[in-house]
């Protein structure tokens, strides 16, 4: 009888009133165990519900729903520590000082639980953050999010920021100034060619970056500042020095082959072993953090073997150490005069994580041959291979053409993998744009 009590309380409350009611609503709470992690799914959305019902009764309904009965168990824990759901049913019932209360409680318990573990400092920050900071540190972190379309529209915003807001400013500046691989830094600084006009001097730029590289100085010089090659920095190492590295192979998995084949290429035009230079960079990036691998089987080991040949393509640290490394390379190649400047942006450009033309493509309209999505089931496993195709085949293209493409990406005959999303452009209203993209995926490939 205990899962349908909240039915009779709804009962109870349309024929009877909510005072009379009220009983049942103590007993749902009670005897389903809705203030433990027991439960249900639908726990907190009741306990809501009951304070907005009963806000004038609110220390009378968590007396009596909190007061233990007997011994404890296993199922009545929960009444010896507040919950955040007791911190929800405060807010509903527009109890906002004891919910702050109970939060301030919270963690306090919990600080003093953790506070024995060897935990970085930004965990456990000593001075506590000003509120008007916090959704800026939120928005800062949300760029490095492992997806390269999240990082676009992260960048967007943040360069909105840059010009309107001030305080957001030294924000930037402090996040740039903690950055740790070359990769990451450059990837930041290109936020600042979405900005016009530029919201920082160069002299403050320069005083937090902690490792220039050759395309840093790139991006500086895009923006209108003037570059200092001859200060990039890379590792001097001996013959000895220079060999395979198995870690770094272990890394790659997932990472685009881009890397690898620009370094080979301009092994084979110098004659040189760039690829175990590259290794001991990579070895010497590593050493700045705590570097950890991705295994990608511990996540889909129950539908693919460990041998199989799958790949992912996720942006991290492991991504992140590689094209750092490349960059160093990259730079020693162009000090010691084995690149010069006239070849030098093909082989930096691409480390670019947006630019020119995608960053200003957008798409402006629903596409005509855009398909009907109510069209498709997407009940589960009645969505077989075969209604996927021919939901795919009503795909036309007539003058336009999709420069970013995501899913649905077929599987087998369990259904869809992952869905995406498309952007699209008219090839009559960006022909130029179309023409200087693919010319230049052309001259990399």
């Known amino acids: 009888m205990n899962p349908s009590i909240g039915e009779i309380f709804e009962l109870s409350q349309r024929l009877q009133g909510k005072n009379t009611a009220y009983k049942w609503a103590l007993r749902d709470v009670k005897f389903n165990q809705l203030w433990s992690a027991y439960g249900g799914r639908d726990a907190t959305g009741k306990l809501k519900k009951y304070a907005r019902i009963y806000k004038k009764k609110w220390q009378d309904f968590l007396q009596s729903t909190l007061a233990h009965e007997g011994k404890s168990t296993r199922l009545n824990l929960w009444n010896l520590a507040p919950t955040d759901d007791l911190v929800a049913f405060l807010i509903e019932a527009e109890q906002f000082d004891e919910a702050v209360a109970v939060t301030e409680a919270m963690l306090i318990g919990f600080e003093a639980g953790v506070q024995h573990l060897n935990l970085p400092s930004e965990y456990l920050p000593l001075k506590a953050e000003d509120q008007t900071n916090v959704s800026g540190r939120m928005l800062l972190s949300y760029f490095f999010v492992p997806d390269k379309v999240a990082r676009l529209k992260a960048a967007k915003e943040i360069s ?214 109510g069209n498709l089931n997407m009940s589960g496993s009645e969505l077989s291979d075969a209604v996927l195709q021919h939901f795919l085949n009503e795909w036309k293209l007539p003058s336009e053409v999709p420069l970013f493409a995501s899913g649905p990406l077929r599987s087998d005959e369990r259904g869809i993998d992952i869905d995406w999303e498309c952007m699209v452009v008219s090839e009559e209203d960006h022909q130029g744009q179309l023409t200087e993209l693919f010319g230049h995926i052309y001259s990399c490939a």
């Open 160 to 373: 909105n920021l840059l010009l309107d807001e001030g305080n957001f400013r030294n924000l930037y500046l402090e996040k740039l100034g903690t950055l740790l691989y070359e990769a990451d830094i450059c990837d930041f600084l290109s936020v600042l060619k979405l900005s016009d006009p530029v919201p920082f001097s160069e002299s403050e730029i320069r005083s937090v970056l902690r490792h220039p590289s050759v395309l840093s100085e790139y991006i500086l010089e895009t923006l209108g500042f003037s570059p200092q090659f001859e200060n990039l920095e890379y590792s001097e190492f001996s013959n000895g020095d220079l060999r395979p590295s198995e870690r770094m192979e272990r890394s790659k998995n997932g990472v685009p082959n881009i890397w690898s084949m620009q370094i080979h290429r301009l092994s084979r035009a110098c004659g040189l072993r760039l690829d175990l230079r590259i290794a001991a960079e990579w070895e010497e990036l590593t050493k700045r953090k705590p570097f950890l691998f991705f295994n990608h089987t511990d996540y889909i080991s129950e539908k693919y073997h460990s041998l199989d040949n799958v790949s992912c393509s996720l942006s991290w640290n492991c991504e992140s150490a590689i094209v750092s490394a490349y960059l160093r390379t990259i730079g020693y190649c162009f000090v010691k005069g084995i690149l010069d400047s006239a070849n030098l942006a093909e082989y930096i450009v691409p480390a670019l994580p947006f630019g020119e033309p995608l960053s200003d493509i957008s798409p402006s309209q629903r596409p005509d041959f855009w398909p009907d999505f």
